[in-house]
């Protein structure tokens, strides 16, 4: 097992650890039992997921800094904090998001976030829905 994880981490340009290249393969493994594209691995996504998890970790606290985001506590391995995500719904429909091409995952301890990058066309009809709502709550006062 632990021959595979080296590997996989070496697939990351080696810039995963092998707990990161573990979660990442196995959020991979879930795309493709859905039909879906592996997420491309992005370095800048991970750094940003590294330095929140660094700031949860500090802080002690766990809640989400970005849209398109995961965060987990209490897990060393990546394989638990991929199945903790599995299990709930809403972190589930992210790993499964049809929009995103591009991933990072960071991990600090036992704190973890992973992001992904949504199209151009996804972040337009979001900005979209965002200022419909914001018009419908101003009618409604």
């Known amino acids: 097992m632990t021959a595979v994880l080296l590997l996989t981490a070496t697939a990351y340009g080696g810039e995963l650890t092998t707990e990161e290249a573990a979660c990442f393969a196995s959020i991979n493994s879930l795309r493709a039992k859905y039909g879906l594209p592996a997420f491309e691995f992005s370095p800048e996504l991970t750094a940003d997921c590294r330095a929140w998890s660094a700031h949860l970790r500090e ?3 766990l809640y989400h800094g970005a849209s398109y985001e995961n965060c987990a ?10 199945r903790q995500w599995y299990a709930s719904s809403g972190h589930r429909a992210l790993l499964l998001n ?9 991990n ?7 992001r992904v990058r949504p199209s151009e066309r996804t972040r337009e009809v979001t900005k979209t829905e965002t200022k419909t709502v914001q018009r419908q709550r101003l009618f409604r006062r």
């Open 73 to 82: 506590r209490g897990n060393v391995s990546g394989q638990a904090t991929y």
């Open 98 to 106: 049809r929009s995103a091409t591009e991933a990072g995952i960071g």
């Open 59 to 61: 802080r002690r606290v």
């Open 108 to 114: 600090n301890g036992v704190y973890w976030a992973f």
